[in-house]
């Protein structure tokens, strides 16, 4: 099977994708070496690729974030102290949940 696609670096270990043929469709894959690359592509094409492990840091993470309005809203008012907390907040979050 000839699969047709484009790839860009989008982070050092990271490609978006896009495939034309044999099906149009478009995702991210995270590869640990270049060479990686075409194979990885092929699994998710074929829909043999293994599933994503997902560290449980990044969920607990996810949930324990302040929102990110609560920054914009102090760049946008000019209020350093609440840029300030919500920085400090993050920090405690990664402290709380380091990765592992």
Same mark, same amino acid.
């Given at each position: 099977?000839?699969?047709?696609?484009? *790839? @860009?670096?989008? %982070?050092?270990?990271?490609?978006? =994708?896009?495939? $034309?043929? !044999?099906?149009?469709?478009?995702?991210?894959?995270?590869?640990?070496?270049? *060479? @990686?690359?075409? %194979?990885?592509?092929?699994?998710? =094409?074929?829909? $043999?690729? !293994?599933?994503?492990?997902?560290?449980?840091?990044?969920?607990?993470?996810?949930?324990?974030?302040?929102?990110?309005?609560?920054?914009?809203?102090?760049?946008?008012?000019?209020?350093?102290?609440?840029?300030?907390?919500?920085?400090?907040?993050?920090?405690?979050?990664?402290?709380?949940?380091?990765?592992?």
């Amino acid at each position: 099977m000839t699969i047709k696609y484009t *790839s @860009e670096k989008i %982070s050092a270990t990271t490609y978006k =994708v896009v495939v $034309t043929e !044999p099906k149009q469709m478009t995702f991210n894959v995270g590869v640990n070496d270049d *060479s @990686e690359l075409e %194979s990885l592509i092929e699994m998710t =094409v074929l829909g $043999t690729a !293994p599933p994503l492990v997902i560290k449980e840091y990044v969920n607990q993470r996810k949930m324990a974030y302040p929102p990110i309005t609560d920054y914009i809203d102090g760049v946008v008012k000019g209020d350093q102290a609440q840029i300030d907390a919500y920085i400090e907040a993050c920090k405690a979050v990664k402290a709380a949940f380091p990765k592992t």
